[in-house]
């Protein structure tokens, strides 16, 4: 079973960046569609990148020209900017659509 590791969360102002990492435990980034997902407080856990296993680009309407995603064989990545209170969430990577257990995710808190 592949194991799903996000990391590089954390507490930014608003108008900051962060970059978000996923690892797996499987050759999965190249294979399948991948991306990032977030779920804030209260509600529904939502799609806001993908990319594909041809590398193309798809974001949500709220994560456009602000987020980036990207990956290499290794790991799965979202450079988000411009960042909003909310953004606010819990993010995770998985496959899209997903197929894998969800991982613990990282916490992201835009703040002032």
């Known amino acids: 079973q592949v194991q799903l590791v996000e990391s590089g969360g954390g507490l930014v102002q608003p108008g900051g960046s962060l970059r978000l990492s996923c690892a797996a435990s499987?050759?999965?980034?190249?294979?399948?569609?991948t991306g990032w997902y977030r779920q804030a407080p209260g509600k529904q856990r939502e799609l806001v990148a993908t990319i594909t296993s041809g590398g193309s680009t798809r974001y949500a309407d709220s994560a456009k020209g602000r987020f980036t995603i990207s990956r290499d064989n290794a790991k799965l990545y979202l450079q988000m900017n411009s960042l909003k209170p909310e953004d606010t969430a819990v993010y995770y990577c998985?496959?899209?659509?997903?197929?894998?257990?969800w991982g613990r995710g990282t916490q992201v808190t835009v703040s002032s």
């Open positions: 998985n496959a899209v659509p997903f197929r894998y257990s």
């Open positions: 499987g050759s999965i980034f190249t294979t399948y569609n």
